[in-house]
């Protein structure tokens, strides 16, 4: 594989995950003034139409295999998705931040148990560094309850539909198998709102201009990319590239000024990226200098 067919989808992960980012203000602000099963449903029907309107000869090529992977999919993220959003009803965004970002750690061990896949010892030294990057941004003092519990079981089934997102995706078929996971998503939010009569539309225009933007920049486009961007990478390393999502949303905070910087920041951003570079940029430079050293020797 060539340097820029492993790096361009590490810069489409890394440009997902600066987009997740970006949205938690507007995530925090619209679920403030309509319920979260709500916004999730109407977010992912957005979404899901989208996809369908622009790609239907996708979805066709897909065949009845592909519809079902997409489907299998998009059910684990929703299902994922609720369980997060839950949670977070229970604790702070801080913590639940750490305890979603624990899919790095998940990873690799669904990857090994599912798949027999042997880690390198890197592997698991990034992992290390990640975990305790993400706990150094997101952590001062915890206690593990409800709301914790729930959040675990959502990075479980994110991990998992890392994994499998690996395995089953083709660059060809990223449009299509995007498409069936917007509607899976979708049907699960869908679902979840019928106990109160159905979902309740956003309550004014800029609410409704947050849910079209996350819907399809933040959804749609940002599922088309993770979806690509697997098929050219292996699970984990894809894992340890979205840990950067809490980097960039500490950053957009500060940028905005609703948070000050501080040394926790740094240093937890700091060892994110480190993780990035052992799992990313160290083998890449290792097999350049091995390459230099053998053209030397001719």
Known sequence: MTSRTTTLPTLGLLAMTAVWGSTFFMIK????????????????????????????????????????????????????????????????PSVSGFATGMYVVFTPILATLLLRQRMPGVVWVAVGLATAGLALLSLNGVSVDLGV??????????????????????????FGLSAMQMVAIALVCLLATLPHGGPVAPPDRAAWLAVFYMALIAGAGAMALQTWAQAHMPATRAAIVMTTEPVFAAAFAVAFGSDLLTWRMLAGGALVLGAMYLVELAPRRSAAIAAEAGHHEV
């Open 149 to 174: 519990w729930l959040t675990l079981a959502s990075a479980v089934l994110y991990a998992l539909h890392i994994v499998l997102l690996g395995q089953w995706s083709r660059s060809g078929e990223a």
């Open 29 to 92: 602000d619209v679920v403030a003034r309509m319920p979260v099963a709500d916004f999730l449903a109407v977010r992912f029907a957005i979404a899901a139409l989208a996809m369908l309107v622009l790609f239907p000869r996708h979805v066709w090529r897909l065949g009845r295999t592909g519809i079902a992977r997409g489907l299998a999919l998009g059910g684990i993220y929703g299902i994922g998705q609720l369980l997060q959003t839950w949670g977070l009803q229970l604790i702070a």
